[in-house]
Every structure is written in C-alpha cells, then in structure tokens.
C-alpha cells in the first residue's frame, strides 16, 4: 500500500470528484459498460437456445469480423486524433470524408481477399462463405459508426456518446432477442442482430456528420497518403490482439473441436470485463494526452505519468475481483456443461489488463507519429505468439494457448514501454515522493 500512497501523493478526493476526466471517464465507463454488457444480458439466451458448437461458430464470425476492422480504413482512426486540435473545421472535414473514402477502398480489396481464401476459412472456422462476405459489410458498418463516436470523444461529449451508444446497444440486443427467441434462429440470429443495429446507426452517423458540417467532399491525395502511411504500418499493431484471438480460435477448432471453442469464447466474454475497463479509460485519456502535450506545462508529463501508475495499479486489482465474480456467476447462474470455462478466466482478464497498459503507453508513440516501430513489436510479437500457440495447444491442450495469450500481452506491454520511452521520453522514474 506504501506505493500506492507515494503515487497518490498531492490528489485529494476533492481533486478526483472535480476533475473533468474522472467525470468524462464515468460517462464513458457507464456508456461502455452497457454496450458491453450485450454478451452477458444475452448470456442466459445463449446457453439456453445455443449449443456449444453454435456458441463457437458465433466466435469465429466475431473474431473473423475484428480481424477485418483492423483493414477497414487502414486503421488510420488515430490519424485524425493526432491533428483534430491542429487542424481547422474545414481542413478536419476533408480529412475525414478521405478517410471514408479509404475505407470503401479497403472494403473492396478485402471482398477479393475474402473470395480467394473463403475455403479456408470454411476449413478452419466453421463459416460459410456468405457469413464471411457478410462480415465485410458488418466491419465497415463498424467503422462508420466507430468514426463518429471517435468525433464525438475528441469533442469531449461524452453524454452524446453514451446516449449514442445505449441506443444501438439497445437495438443490438431487441433484434438479437426477436430472432434467437420468437423466430427460433441459432448463432445467425445473433449476427443478424448486430448488422441491423450497426446499419442503421451507421446511415445515422454519416448523416448527423455531416449536418454538424464534418464531412467535405473533396478528394484529397494529400489526405489520403497521410492518412494510408500513417494507419498502413498500424495494421500489424492494431491487429496485435484481434489476430491472437482469431488465430486462437482455429487452433482450438481444429485441436479440439468446435464445442471447445465455444467454451473459450465464453470464458473471452468475461474476459471482455477488463476490456470495457480498458477502453473507457483510453476513451478519455487518450485524447487529453493529445491535447496536454500539444500545449505542455511545466508538469503535464509528470501528471500523465502519475495517472498512468494509478491505473496501472487499479487494473491488477481488478483482475483479481473480476476473476472471482465471474466464477461465481459461472457457478451460480450457468448450466454445469460450461464450467469447464473457469480456469481460464483469470488469465484472459490479465492479459486484457496488459494490452489495456500497452494501449496507453503506444500513445506516446502515436504522438511522435513513430508507428513503424509499433508495427514491428507486433509483427515479432504476434509471429512468436502463433508458433508458441501452435505447439503448446498440442502439448497441454486448450489451457496452453491461454497461457500464451497472456505471456504475449504483457511482452508486448514491455517492448512497447521500453520503446515509447525511447522515442518519446517521459519521466517514467519520477520521484513518487514528490508533489505534483
């Protein structure tokens, strides 16, 4: 706890309740936290009305779907963060209707991709081909909505933001009841759920972007290489965690079968607990690091410092009390057949804690505009983590690709620390004895 104290040191509770992050970051986690909650609201429909092997195909479509977000507009979203303070209305205006652009670009050569390796995936995954093609349509309808959330965050709304993601939240989860339960659809109900929501708040979002006056139709080749090499070398990274998860997902279909897989996907569900923690936090303190380093004061980077430890500490307990609520319900709530979920919980919910930390320490990177170096840790670190999975699944079967998964976390959170700290310095080792 003397560690703790050091850190805290100079914030009272006053300072905490007042400050406007703490309360940005509340909207954010109660917004994220319902958007979230869809898998465990569902939970009891799902293992009523689902086997284990439709549970599993459900998380293959899911995985296969993340995967091609990371393509979908070439992960250049952190682009228009890094210059939304520097640049006018208009110039943000052009620079995001050349990001949409991208985006379409993208969808299209990933449409080609699909169809020559759709047997494949067939193979490994369980999927067929039209609910591969539909997993195109279901990431860029992701991506328009994803955009304007992000628009909405870097305007610091975050009432606007909860209201917008409650609401497709809530049509998410009608849609998806309807289907599973009046009309007597398996895992394609699910999915059919997720596409009506996403479809509809994506034809919302162009529009309200483009009524508030931040869409411009102009084609601009400038924007769209600074927007292709800033996101092109992202992919790997940004994909850092999504391939783990997907390649993840085939060894365990093919290792030990489908029904196995949907017992991993369960236990990822929980595990998705820390991510919602993960991401509220980034939601709101990604943007202030942004904006803090481009008007610095004498302390700002020892104040980022500070918060980043705290959070640092707050995740590892969390781990433990997420880890020991999520066995109960498992316990408690669930029938016996999906218990065999337990032991791998804990281990999911660190690993999400160590990609949340390398998540926050990869801003500073972003803010150097350094993303090639972020590629190659996750180029070395997810070719590390497949060999590792491939061979360790055949040794001590399910258990040793989840221990995998957390050790290539939290590597990738060292490299990406040691690195940050190289090519943006920050006063990592301040003296926690000192006021801020």
Known sequence: MGIVKKITNGFTATDILQNRLFRHSIFYIIATVIEKAIPFLLLPVMVAYLSTSDYGILQNYIGLQQILMAFVGFSAMGAIGVTFYKKSKEENAEYIFNFLLLGVISVVVLSV??????????????LPIKWQMLTILHAYLAFNFILFTGILRLEKKPVAYGITSILKTLVEFLVSIYLIVIIGMKWEGRIIGMLVAFGIFCLASIYHLYKKGYIIPKIRKKCLIDLFVFGLPLIPFTLSQMIRIFLDKGFITHFQGISENGIVGLAMNFGMLMYVITFAFSSTFSPTIY?????????TKKTLVRIIYIY?????????????????FIVKFIKPEWSPAIPYIFWILLAFAFSGVQGIVSQFIYYAKRTKVLATISVVNNLAHII?????????GTIGVIYVFCFSAFAGLVVTWFVSAKVYPMPWQLRLNRKI
């Open 312 to 328: 640092c500490i707050g995740l590892i307990g969390m781990v433990f009390i997420l880890s020991f609520l999520s066995k109960y």
């Open 291 to 299: 904006e803090k380093l481009s008007k610095p004061r004498p302390n």
């Open 113 to 126: 991709v699909i169809l020559i390796f759709h047997n494949t995936i067939s193979h490994n995954y369980k």
């Open 388 to 396: 590792l999975s491939y061979f360790f699944i055949q040794w001590i």
